[in-house]
């Protein structure tokens, strides 16, 4: 493929590319080129946000370029001071190899395992002399990382910032060096890193990498990035309708975001739609890249039968068999669909228990014998239940 076609994929759902003009005549040689992206395991699982910077890599590989998949296992146990505004606490070694097995596993549901090469940076930063350390330390200045936005912030609101924490984005930069990485790619989080890495590849001798930074996702809260500590985020082991179901709640604002950094839609097509129905082709065609066609279709009937279709519980086919004459209320509670009886009451207080489709008020309500009831609690439990005498 032609340079001009490349670079038309490539700066699809980028913000920035440290320089485009580098990229080019890198591309121009006609050489596969060694595409790099960092990855600490500080997590044990992958979710959406994760998957710009992966979706990214498989574009080069289908345009037939080399990609690292880079498991930071030594630098996640110092943890990436990136946006911190104070010390993190650092991981253990064992929960470090844990989340890298779990990323391993996934991280093959976008790339082309066949096409990947998997490293982890404790291959050549573990066996690192100190002599080897300190000559890498000499290659950057406290100036230089105080400018860092984060560390700047922390330095003067008196906050502590570890030697180590400095230590983190040179060991970052010096993964390029040991990997000669023509590009690396990163979120704009991640800027200081990036181009630390090009200068410190500058210094080893090597041509400078090519930096691509990519939007940080924004989670499900539509306002911060997603990440599983603001508890806004998508999983993609997640169950089909779960993950289906969480996108449609997305705000018709952020679907055009997601489908271009986490599909290869056209988007001038998109535009064109509905919005619900582009929602829904959005959500489908996600579920679709991670659980397949048939958990895809599947999920998406699920979520019209529930939502659309005014019919939640289609689909319910397990029923609650009950044997005691008792409320409603206690069974609620003892299935732990109800925390308690005061938050049963309280939903009934507020409209939100309905019994085959009636709302009740009386909180001591029960059920009659040798009856089913289609039980709806709050906005997104459904249960089908049926009371039954000993025989």
């Not at 580098?22 to 992958?46: M, N, R, T, Y």
């Not at 930063?125 to 400018?147: C, I, R």
């Not at 008792?326 to 609620?332: A, R, S």
Request: with cysteine; charged share 30%; hydrophobic share 35%.
């Amino acid at each position: 493929m032609d340079t001009k076609k490349q670079l038309d994929t490539i700066r699809r759902g980028t913000i920035e590319i440290i320089s485009e003009s580098e990229l080019a005549k890198k591309l121009g040689k006609g050489k596969p080129l060694v595409v790099k992206a960092g990855f600490d395991p500080s997590a044990p699982d992958i979710h959406l946000g994760h998957t710009v910077l992966l979706r990214k890599l498989r574009h080069f590989q289908d345009l037939g370029h080399k990609v690292v998949f880079l498991i930071g296992d030594f630098t996640g146990m110092i943890g990436d001071p990136t946006g911190r505004s104070e010390i993190r606490k650092r991981l253990t070694e064992k929960e470090v190899k844990e989340n890298a097995r779990t990323y391993k596993k996934q991280v093959f549901k976008i790339l082309d395992e066949k096409k990947t090469q998997v490293v982890f940076n404790s291959r050549w930063l573990n066996p690192m002399k100190l002599s080897d350390a300190l000559e890498l330390t000499s290659h950057s200045t406290v100036s230089q990382l105080l400018a860092r936005d984060d560390f700047s912030q922390r330095y003067k609101s008196g906050k502590n910032i570890s030697i180590l924490e400095f230590m983190y984005p040179l060991l970052q930069a010096y993964d390029s060096v040991e990997l000669k990485a023509d590009v690396e790619l990163g979120g704009t989080d991640q800027k200081f890193n990036l181009l630390l890495g090009r200068e410190i590849q500058k210094d080893y001798g090597q041509e400078q990498q090519v930096v691509i930074m990519t939007p940080l996702l924004v989670g499900l809260d539509g306002t911060q990035k997603m990440s599983k500590s603001f508890n806004n985020h998508i999983g993609i082991d997640e169950k089909p309708e779960e993950m289906f179901g969480k996108l449609m709640s997305i705000s018709d604002e952020l679907m055009l975001q997601y489908y271009e950094l986490l599909t290869d839609e056209n988007l001038d097509e998109v535009k064109k739609l509905h919005p619900m129905d582009a929602k829904k082709k959005l959500a489908e065609t996600i579920v679709k890249q991670y659980h397949g066609d048939k958990q895809a279709s599947l999920a998406r009937k699920d979520f019209e039968n529930k939502f659309q279709k005014k019919d939640p519980f289609t689909g319910l086919n397990e029923e609650i068999k009950i044997y005691r004459n008792d409320t409603f209320g206690n069974h609620l509670v003892e299935e732990k669909i109800c925390l308690s009886k005061s938050e049963y009451k309280r939903l009934i207080e507020q409209g939100g228990i309905q019994i085959n489709g009636e709302k009740i008020k009386d909180s001591e309500s029960k059920p009659n014998p040798d009856k089913s009831y289609n039980i709806k609690v709050g906005k997104k439990r459904f249960l089908k239940w049926s009371w039954h005498k000993k025989s």
